[in-house]
């Protein structure tokens, strides 16, 4: 035994890397994925058009090199390039704000559902329940009527409801996990409920709740898509991906590249996620281990 | 008497059922003496003593009384419960597979007994775990601090346990079937090691077991349940040569032997 060779120990997180590093899809989407997040960052600078100014000499303009408007301009002679970036920050903004909001509300307040169970965890699954009974439409409008248009609504309103969806699969974990011996063993060592919660009952949550905030993201950039489709969205002249596609789809008999530059940004990313989502659920699934 | 348990029921209400698994249970257990728990499944072995250390599930009712060096635990809140688990009462499982959080070093779940209920931490408490370990056998300690418990074989998980567990020095330790989950010859190790233990630190223990041959070779005083009550209560020699009670001796017919198949 003392002559065996020294190996590094490794943490469930360094083995589920390891595996995830040999999955191509999953590691050429996260590659593609910062690309796209670098681009759509620094992107804006690089054109010497700005997303809201209009080129009067330009309307409907196709895509064109010469020009610099690489990606061609709108009915409104903006560039589409500039405009394609900016809904990309707004639309990522979106997805990744409100799935964290999300997943602050979702996994403690299913882990505490689920960690006392009994009554508290009937009455807060009750709540739960009410809550998703709600039409989101309904309430989009609501909130929208009473607040006004606003970007920061729509972060709130679509975390308000990912948040039911997160709370129970958190909830249904945290249940199994409780009948585990470990943490029967943390109570019997004398752990308090907020230790066992903090200390064993989330850490061994994290490998669900990261498979499925990956494949939240692309649900909440698409329900974004939406409202904005439906004009409820992002309001001129800030934009998002789901609103260049609509702009796009009435014209494009004429002008198509209205059309496919924002979709096509759109469906890689969506791609790009369910890749990452996918390559993670099998690295951390515990029967591959 | 370090321990004293007196007409102890637990039921549990599921609707308007009523499950009785503990039916007036009373036992005692003196400094340094063992006190094996025999019963087939379900028998309530477990929840006797789960219950005094008020580890009972929601939906259970505790009744009755235990006594831990004249201090009474049934009716504790749970913040004093957890000031007398682990330190001065602790507990080792079945299945030591799942006994250990796979997210956490050895050295870090060790250590947090020992910040716990010692305010202990960094170099004296990893000396402390690495003292510990040692007691259990275990060789280069240091290095399987710094380990993950997926990186152990079952009765070096068991033994890590078993080192945790003793952190404190309790005066009382309960083995809920210690050694169910783990092959012929690592059991022989486990129980070994724990006779030994238990001789180094005088503590007094109790063995939980379906098992009458882990019995005989380490305990004093045996008790036999069936249903959720104490059928059988003798020393470990007059049980397994007079036993009393018609069940006793059913369960003692049942252990499989090799000569008569």
């Not at chain 1, 065996?4 to 943490?11: G, H, T």
């Not at chain 2, 309530?44 to 004249?70: E, F, H, I, P, R």
């Not at chain 2, 070994?192 to 005088?202: A, C, M, V």
Request: aromatic share 8%.
């Amino acid at each position: 035994m003392d002559n065996a060779p020294e190996i590094k120990p490794r943490s469930l997180w360094q083995d589920a890397w390891q595996r995830l590093r040999h999955n191509k899809a999953a590691l050429a989407s996260m590659v593609i994925l910062a690309l796209l997040m670098a681009v759509v960052c620094i992107g804006p600078f690089l054109s010497p058009y700005s997303g809201d100014a209009i080129d009067w000499e330009y309307i409907w303009g196709e895509p064109s090199l010469q020009n610099q408007h690489w990606l061609g301009t709108d009915s409104l002679g903006r560039d589409v390039f500039v405009r394609v970036l900016q809904g990309g920050q707004i639309s990522l903004l979106v997805g990744i704000v409100s799935t964290l909001v999300s997943l602050l509300i979702g996994v403690s307040y299913g882990a505490v559902a689920g960690y006392f169970g009994g009554r508290v965890d009937s009455i807060m699954m009750r709540i739960v329940d009410i809550l998703y009974a709600l039409p989101f439409l309904f309430f989009v409008i609501l909130l929208m009527v009473f607040f006004g248009r606003h970007l920061l609504l729509i972060f709130v309103a679509i975390g308000m409801v990912n948040w039911l969806d997160m709370a129970r699969i958190v909830r249904g974990q945290t249940l199994s996990l409780k009948r585990r011996e470990f943490i029967e063993a943390a109570w019997m060592s004398g752990a308090s409920d907020e230790q066992v919660i903090k200390r064993h009952i989330i850490p061994n949550l994290m490998g669900v709740v990261v498979v499925y905030v990956t494949l939240t993201i692309p649900q909440v950039i698409l329900v974004e898509s939406f409202l904005s489709f439906l004009g409820l969205g992002v309001q001129e002249p800030a934009t998002s991906w789901g609103a260049l596609v609509n702009e796009g789809a009435q014209e494009m008999d004429t002008a198509p590249w209205l059309l496919i530059f924002p979709a096509s940004f759109l469906a890689v990313t969506l791609f790009c996620f369910n890749f990452i989502g996918d390559g993670l659920r099998d690295a951390l699934d515990p029967k591959d281990r | 008497m370090l321990l004293e348990i007196n007409n102890l029921s637990v039921t549990f209400h599921r609707g308007r059922e009523q499950i009785e698994a503990v039916r007036d249970v009373s036992l005692a257990l003196d400094r340094g003496e063992t006190l094996g728990i025999v019963g087939e499944s379900g028998s309530g072995k477990s929840q006797t003593v789960l219950a005094m250390l008020g580890l009972t599930d929601v939906n259970g009712k505790v009744t009755g009384s235990a006594m831990l060096d004249g201090e009474e635990l049934i009716g504790l809140s749970t913040r004093e419960l957890s000031r007398i688990r682990g330190s001065r009462v602790a507990m080792i499982f079945q299945d030591p597979m799942t006994s250990l959080n796979p997210h956490l070093r050895i050295g870090t779940q060790m250590t947090e007994v020992l910040a716990l209920h010692k305010g202990m931490t960094g170099q004296a408490a990893r000396t402390r775990c690495i003292e510990m370990l040692e007691q259990v056998r275990i060789s280069d300690a240091a290095r399987r601090l710094r380990q993950y418990p997926h990186e152990l074989s079952g009765g070096m998980r068991q033994r890590v346990m078993i080192a945790m567990s003793l952190l404190c020095e309790p005066a009382l330790l309960v083995a809920d079937e210690p050694t169910t989950a783990l092959d012929v010859t690592v059991q022989a190790e486990i129980l070994d090691l724990l006779r030994s233990l238990r001789e180094r630190y005088q503590m007094a223990m109790i063995l939980i077991t379906h098992d009458l041959g882990v019995v005989a070779g380490n305990c004093d005083r045996v008790v036999v349940m069936q249903d959720g009550r104490v059928v059988e209560s003798a020393d470990a020699e007059s049980l397994f040569y007079r036993p009393q009670q018609a069940y006793t001796r059913e369960l003692l017919a049942a252990v499989p032997r090799l000569d008569h198949p």
